[in-house]
């Protein structure tokens, strides 16, 4: 067992570090207040090869794997969460869920766009009334000729405001449960798709999280992903690797608040001394330090099986509910440690402390978690 990382990931490390301290870190602030979505970051990650990490080159990606594309949505998260959720819903489940499931045609069209940041991805599968329950959606797509006719809303969309490319699960056969599920892709401008609402977040706000509409929306036969009715176990396919950088975003995001707390722990002065020298303090950083590293741990493991061709979805599921639970224990403990500073806008805690709630929520709550991580255990 090697836990060391290799030279060329070290490299990238530090090489997206620079990058996130540079270039993102002197806005967070702003973007967070104006809820103003980075797109010239965004654009600058895709020359750098960061939003196709999973890729092979062949498609415009880095060729790399999970553990790379972990260690870069932490990185970024770090920083700013939000950076590292746009990341993420882009790569990991939209033009995932094409280089998964898609044609080589449809491959060759959209990934390498989408891997250089040429085009922002979307993945639509959340509806107003059905979140945790996907399998019953009531967005159709009903046959016309040779093409589809989309009918239908999507909810809590990451990206969906910005996105060119649209990844959207829908009913192709009403009766047939998830088995009556297809996957399409939708591109920016098509006649009767347009974005609604665009959501007032508590956290990761410079992220987009907009409502999609669909009305007599036809797109061409095409454009259909995968096999007809086979899109809400792909979807789940597609959640197995998305999970592992929902648990590397709330991995970053605790790391984030650890560190300030840890800094902030040594500057503080009371009662004539650092308070980092109280031992209720120093037990508060060392639990936060070992469930990091355990975070680590769990979610290092799910991807090095993911980048060794294992079927992830039990250590999906544990290193995505571990590591989101861990960034909302640690956040809060980062605010405790700042006083009354923690609950004020000019130190990074409270920032952190908004934004990791959405790791116990996205691409699962923690409750599936538990359920999905108890049907695998049951299923033995
Ligand atoms: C910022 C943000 C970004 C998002 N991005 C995307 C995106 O890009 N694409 C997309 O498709 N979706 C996205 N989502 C949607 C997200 O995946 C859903 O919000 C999530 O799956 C929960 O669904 P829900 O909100 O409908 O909650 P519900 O399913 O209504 O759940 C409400 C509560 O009931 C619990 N619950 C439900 N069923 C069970 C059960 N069987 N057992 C025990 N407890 C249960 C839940 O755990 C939760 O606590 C995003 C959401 C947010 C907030």
């Known amino acids: 067992m090697d836990f060391q990382l290799t030279d060329e990931q070290l490299h990238l ?11 993102i870190a002197p806005h967070v602030h702003e973007w967070d207040e104006r809820s103003q979505f980075p797109l010239d970051t965004i654009k600058h990650l895709g020359r750098l090869g960061l939003m196709g990490c999973i890729f092979p080159a062949e498609y415009g990606g880095s060729g790399y794997g999970y553990i790379e594309y972990v260690l870069a949505i932490e990185e970024l998260s770090r920083v700013d969460g939000s950076v590292g959720i746009i990341v993420a819903a882009h790569t990991s489940l939209c033009s995932n869920h094409i280089f998964l499931a898609g044609s080589e045609e449809q491959k060759r069209r959209y990934i390498p766009r989408l891997a250089t940041g040429e085009q922002i991805g979307c993945w639509a599968l959340t509806e107003p009334s ?28 990451t990206n969906g405001a910005h996105a060119d490319v649209c990844v959207v699960v829908a ?15 939708v591109e920016r401008g098509t006649e009767g798709f347009r974005v609604g609402k ?10 987009d999280t907009s409502e999609l509409i669909f009305e007599e929306c ?43 707390a840890l800094r902030y722990s040594r500057e503080r002065k009371q009662f004539g001394r650092a308070i980092c020298e109280f031992q209720a303090i120093q037990w508060k950083l ?17 991807a090095w099986l993911k980048d060794h061709h294992h079927k992830t979805t039990l250590e999906s599921s544990m290193a995505k509910l571990f590591s989101s ?31 990791v709630k959405l790791c116990t929520i ?19």
């Open 13 to 23: 490390q530090s090489m997206v570090r620079d990058f996130a301290t540079r270039e």
């Open 130 to 157: 059905s979140g945790s329950d996907a399998g019953s959606a009531r967005c159709t797509a009903t046959r016309k000729g040779k093409g589809w006719v989309l009918n239908g809303s999507k909810t809590f969309i």
């Open 171 to 185: 009913v192709t056969d009403k009766g047939a449960e998830t088995r009556g599920l297809s996957a399409f892709i």
């Open 198 to 207: 665009k959501e007032n977040k508590l956290g990761l706000r410079a992220s």
């Open 218 to 260: 036809e797109i061409p036969g095409e454009n259909l992903l995968g096999v007809e009715g086979q899109g809400f176990v792909d979807a789940m396919r597609v959640l197995d690797g998305g999970r592992i950088s929902i648990a590397a975003l709330g991995l970053g995001m605790a790391t984030g608040a650890y560190d300030c």
């Open 286 to 302: 060392a639990d936060m330090a070992t469930e990091i590293d355990a975070a680590r741990l769990l979610t290092m493991r799910a």
């Open 325 to 355: 639970e861990v960034a909302v224990r640690v956040a809060n403990e980062a605010v405790q440690i700042h006083g009354g500073y923690g609950f004020i806008k000019d130190y990074p805690a409270e920032k952190f402390y908004r934004d």
């Open 362 to 380: 996205g691409e699962g709550t923690s409750e599936i978690q538990r359920l999905v991580i108890a049907r695998q255990l049951l299923m033995e």
